[in-house]
Each structure stands twice: as C-alpha cells, then as structure tokens.
C-alpha cells in the first residue's frame, strides 16, 4: 500500500481535528471530506482508525527521522552506464 507523505498526513490530521474542535454546519461538511481523506489515505473505513493509524504512522516517521543511520544516498550524484 503506498502511504502518504508524513508532511500531508499531518496536515490531514491537524485540520481534521480543528475543523471538530468547531462544530459549525459549514465545518463539519469539510470535516467529512477531510474523514473521507483519512481513511482513503490510510486504508481505514472509520475515521477513528484512520487517525489512529495516521498517528501511528506519523510517530514511525518521526522516530526514522530521527535515527541515525546510513545515507540513503537520495542527495548523491546518479552514475548511469
């Protein structure tokens, strides 16, 4: 399954939850297209899961961030043949 970039997830996730922390007609129709988001982004059927699993992912991304490791090479010159 491809995941989405940790950067949209957060953004997903962030305006998910202000648009519920305000429960105006106006935001909670953009919070059910963000749900829908969600759960299509992380294949999840229940906005609940999705967040959850969009934390889960997000905490992974965050944690291989920040672990020392080897280059991965993605800023290094290509040498084709």
């Known amino acids: 399954m491809l995941m ?3 950067a949209v997830l957060r953004t ?3 305006e ?3 648009l519920m922390e305000n ?3 106006e935001n909670q129709a ?3 297209d963000l749900a ?3 759960c ?3 294949g999840t059927r229940d906005v609940r899961h999705a967040l959850e699993t969009a934390r889960q992912w997000l905490e992974a991304a965050a944690a291989t961030d920040a672990a020392p490791g080897p280059s991965s090479g993605r800023n290094e010159p290509h040498a084709y043949a």
């Open 36 to 38: 829908y988001t969600l």
């Open 4 to 6: 989405p970039h940790p």
């Open 23 to 25: 429960g105006s007609a």
């Open 16 to 18: 998910y939850t202000a």
């Open 30 to 32: 953009q919070a059910r």
């Open 40 to 42: 299509v982004s992380t």
């Open 12 to 14: 997903l996730v962030d």
